[in-house]
């Protein structure tokens, strides 16, 4: 299938990932740069939370780790939708897989380059367990970020 | 200057048979086994002889680089940012990096001069793409308006057939960067 330009590809400002400004997270994550794995770090991986989240987001994992993972939700409560944010640094790919089954993936970037943020907005629908596996090379580093918005 | 070169040198070749055929009917004396072995040594059609890549089956693609694409089950929102000063890559198969060096000049000079092997954003772009339900899954990447093609590498032998020594498949970036999904 052909892909088709998203048109709404204006360049957005999504440089200022480094802060929570709007004070409405519970647990944010430290903002600190990750350096790479490489050892040259010309770039580290960057915080994949977003700025803008709305006043009630509930972080739920915030985790920067390297290979093959698991991680347990808590409660997911009434929250109808969970995203998932990452970054990784890399040769292969990263999986998030629930009970077996892949609800997002991504390639990721060898060091040397900027790392593209991936994100998934995962309906509560899909979602069959609390406890999810980050699937990754042992080689990879990866960091990611799991909330709830209201 | 080496087409030059060897024209020059395959035309002193074949001045070189013709006299020594036209002496050897004339005085009886040449060997049969070098009356075979001279034409193939000539290139009466003048077909080239020097090693070239070609290109074939040139397609327009939306090029994404594996490393910078997000996948998701149907329903999924998926979303990407990228940072000004990203760089995404085509590929090349079955290639040394003197062979890429060389397909992209050839599709330079053939397909467009924007082609590269990579390319870099100068802005920060970012998008979000929900999997419709009438697909199990989808894809949303950075990447580029771009090309995809066969490559091949060979030369004429010496009774002017081409002799593919290295072929592959290439996909390269060619435009400025945007968001695409599938």
């Known amino acids: 299938m052909r892909a088709r330009p998203y048109p709404a590809v204006a360049a957005l400002s999504i440089l200022a990932l480094a802060g929570c400004t709007s004070g409405s997270h519970t647990a944010s994550p430290s903002n600190t740069p990750v350096p790479s794995q490489s050892g040259s770090a010309a770039v580290p991986l960057p915080d994949p939370l977003p700025t803008d989240l709305p006043v009630g987001t509930k972080t739920l994992i915030s985790r920067t780790s390297q290979g093959t993972q698991t991680v347990t939700l808590p409660n997911l409560g009434n929250d109808k939708t969970v995203s998932v944010k990452w970054a990784c640094e890399g040769s292969t790919t990263l999986k998030i897989t629930d009970a077996g089954k892949a609800l997002v993936a991504s390639g990721c970037t060898p060091s040397g380059t900027q790392f593209p943020i991936y994100g998934g907005d995962i309906p509560r629908s899909l979602i069959t367990s609390t406890t999810w596996k980050i699937e990754a090379d042992p080689s990879t580093t990866w960091r990611i970020v799991i909330y709830a918005a209201p | ?182």
């Open chain 2, 1 to 182: 200057m080496r087409s030059i070169s060897n024209a020059s040198f395959r035309a002193a070749r074949v001045g070189a048979v013709v006299l020594l055929v036209a002496g050897g009917a004339a005085l009886g004396a040449v060997s049969p086994a070098f009356a075979q072995e001279a034409p193939q040594t000539v290139h009466p059609n003048r077909c080239g002889e020097d090693p070239s890549y070609s290109l074939t089956g040139v397609k327009g693609t939306f090029v994404a680089d594996p490393g910078k694409r997000v996948y998701g089950q149907s329903g999924v929102t998926l979303s990407i940012s990228a940072a000004s000063g990203t760089t995404w890559s085509g590929s090349v198969t079955s290639a040394t990096q003197g062979d890429i060096n060389a397909i992209i000049a050839e599709a330079k000079e053939t397909v467009s001069v924007s082609i590269g092997y990579s390319k870099t954003t100068t802005v920060s772009l970012g998008g979000s793409w929900q999997v419709p339900k009438n697909q199990s899954s989808g894809w949303l990447a950075l990447g580029s308006e771009g090309y995809t093609m066969g490559w091949y590498y060979g030369y004429n032998n010496g009774n002017c057939q081409f002799v593919k020594t290295k072929s592959g498949t290439a996909t390269l970036p060619a435009q400025t960067p945007y968001i695409g999904h599938s």
